[in-house]
């Protein structure tokens, strides 16, 4: 029998296991931390937009427990399934969304050495994983046999899909340009200061980065996409029939999804972890420097929310497929002929 000295003896199938869930625990704890956070950020920069104070009596002058207080409330609900629903699909879309979020944490880089996963196909990993959400939607939609869940649903699942297009290349620009799908490796490529970053480096990536930004927003279901949630029509959407944990699994997954929308946009265009300027002039962590992009982008998204208005349907759809998808192939076709020449 095979004698194994690794980590006193185990098996490394057994260690690898453990790693795994390790790294599943600091998501999951990471991903509870970052939603708290920026709910209580979206209600204080909606706040300021709208000229009120936000939440202010609950933990001190900034209303820090205000959201805590509130995730109690929201665990203390019960849990309602409605008497026609299908009771295990209505169960299982939750943690469906919940899921396909946790994982794109898995390839994104916070840090030179701060990766859970350096895939060598990273980018398409992470595209691969986040469209998963979409199953969780249509079945958490139709599974609650209610008929604004289910146009809530059908909404999203058009817009998500469609959204994917340009979405994907726009970053398909990124992955020529560099040579690689890591996300690590796109990251260290951009080190060394601003003039390195991928947005600044082609007129055509610059577009790019702003193309992904459109499309990612309306993935995210945030204003002015927000068609699959809009109260004004159907409630609450896909969720409509939805309490307690369940409900929280959604919200959460909308929020955290935000951050990696953010993280995505700064490892393909803003440099990733390198800082404005390069590290032997200013010596600020890498990790500093990638959590400050994404909060920026992240305000960007919330101020976005706050001030434009709802399109239509047809109108999202024209954005979409006469807008964003001609001008992505334009600008992929624009940075393959400045590779050539």
Partial sequence: MAEYTFFGGMHPNLVYA??????GVVILGFV??????LIWLERKVSARIQSRYGPIYVGGKFGWLQTVADTVKLLGKEDLVPRDADRLMFNMAPAIVMIATVM??????????LIIADLNIGIFYLLAVSSLGVVGIIMGGWASNNKWSLYGAMRAASQIVSYEIPVALSLIGVVMFVGSLSMAEISQFQDGGIW????????????????????????????PFDLPEAESELVSGFHTEYS????????????????????????????GWSGIVPHDVLPIPGVVNFLVKCWL????????????????????MYVCWKVLIPVSFFLLLGVGVQMLL
């Fill in 18 to 23: 453990l790693a795994m869930v390790f790294w």
């Fill in 32 to 37: 509870a931390v970052l939603g708290l956070y």
């Fill in 104 to 113: 794109t944490f898995a390839a994104i880089p916070f840090g030179p050495n």
């Fill in 196 to 223: 390195r970053w991928n947005l600044f480096r082609s007129p055509f990536l610059f577009l790019a980065g702003f193309v992904y930004f459109v499309a990612a927003l309306a993935e995210l279901n945030r204003t």
């Fill in 244 to 271: 307690g944990m369940k409900f929280a699994f959604f919200f959460l997954a909308e929020f955290a999804n935000m951050f990696i929308v953010a993280a995505v946009a700064t490892a393909m265009f803003l440099g």
């Fill in 297 to 316: 982008l992240i305000v960007l998204m919330m101020w976005l929310r706050w001030t434009l208005p709802r399109l239509r349907v047809d109108q999202l």
